[in-house]
């Protein structure tokens, strides 16, 4: 059972969950601020399940549509659907089984969250299918991620909204775009040769190695700008600011490695450091949230 309970967990990155569940939980926890960031059990396992539900469809919707690609390519042939580990029989029906779970955990949300879980599901299995058509696969990318924060500050809070929160909501979800279309940059220089030999499209075949880093460094520190204001505008104070600087440092060195380094660095580079970045953000926010090291805007 475990053998296969972790074949399915690779077949579809579970671990790579770590990327977007951290902001989804900090902005659940600053919708919840009236409640020391505490929505509720209810709201919070449903949360969990949705990003779950969420991520397994994107990325077997992902395994399917690029598994042609995968067998042809010597970095992921030994994926499961090109190794036949598993069948695509099997693997449409994880697929289609998550999108139906993350529809059905939305309806017990709230109706905002349900009439607008169709618009995810259309949102992050498109991203799949951009590399085909336009170089800005990336920006698609991380819009996908984005949807976490949105989506838990909307189970929360549903369409009760204030200006400042959705002012918060929306500088957040950009500096997670950013922050995904930096370090998915980088992660595509491992495939730039096999992408350009195949006619798939990314910054980094259309703009070079370097310019594409440029813009991954351009992309990142805009970033920490917006992170910096969303503190601000948050009133978050001393473990905010001591964490943000942290994340600037892991993004700087970050990107040292991707220039300095061989291409067998980049997932270091994308993995530890990136995950180190969204666990950060969560724990300063918790901090700032559950101790109340700001106040909220009236």
């Known amino acids: 059972m475990f053998s296969v309970i972790q074949k399915w967990g690779s077949f579809v990155r579970f671990s790579h969950t770590v990327f977007a569940l ?3 939980l ?11 960031g505490w929505p509720g059990l209810k709201t919070f396992l449903l949360i969990l399940a949705a990003m779950v539900c969420a991520r397994t469809c994107a990325m077997a919707f992902n395994r399917i549509a690029d598994r042609k690609f995968d067998a042809l390519n010597p970095r992921t042939k030994n994926r499961h659907l090109p ?5 695509l029989g099997n693997a449409i029906l994880l697929w289609v089984m998550s999108g139906a779970g ?3 955990v939305s309806y017990f949300l709230n109706p905002v969250c349900f009439c607008l879980s169709p618009v995810a599901l259309v949102i992050i299995c498109f991203y799949s299918l951009t590399k085909r058509f336009t170089d800005y696969t990336h920006v698609f990318l991380g819009i996908s991620l984005a ?3 949105i989506g838990a500050w909307l189970a929360v809070k549903g369409e009760n909204l204030s200006s400042s929160e959705i002012l918060q909501m929306a500088i957040l979800a950009v500096a997670v775009v950013l922050w995904l279309t930096g370090f998915d940059i980088i992660y595509a220089l491992q495939d730039y040769e096999f992408d350009k030999s195949y006619g798939l499209r990314s910054l980094v075949v259309a703009w070079g190695q370097k310019n594409a880093l440029a813009a991954a460094f351009l992309a990142h520190m805009v970033m920490c700008g917006l992170l910096l204001l969303f503190g601000l505008l948050c009133r978050f104070r001393i473990a905010y600011l001591v964490g ?4 600037v440092g892991c993004l700087l060195l970050e990107h040292w490695i991707a220039r ?6 980049i997932n270091l580079a994308f993995f530890r450091l990136n995950a180190l970045v969204s666990t950060v953000f969560l724990v300063v ?3 700032e949230v559950v101790f109340e090291g700001g106040f909220r805007l009236q």
């Not at 900090?26 to 020391?36: G, K, L, Q, T």
């Not at 190794?83 to 069948?87: L, V």
């Not at 300095?260 to 660095?265: A, F, G, I, K, L």
């Open 22 to 24: 951290p902001f989804a």
């Open 26 to 36: 900090a902005a659940m926890m600053v919708a919840a601020r009236d409640n020391r």
């Open 83 to 87: 190794a036949g580990q598993i069948s």
């Open 102 to 104: 993350l529809v059905a």
């Open 147 to 149: 949807l976490a924060p």
């Open 244 to 247: 943000w600087f942290f994340i």
């Open 260 to 265: 300095r380094r061989s291409v067998n660095w």
């Open 285 to 287: 926010v918790a901090a």
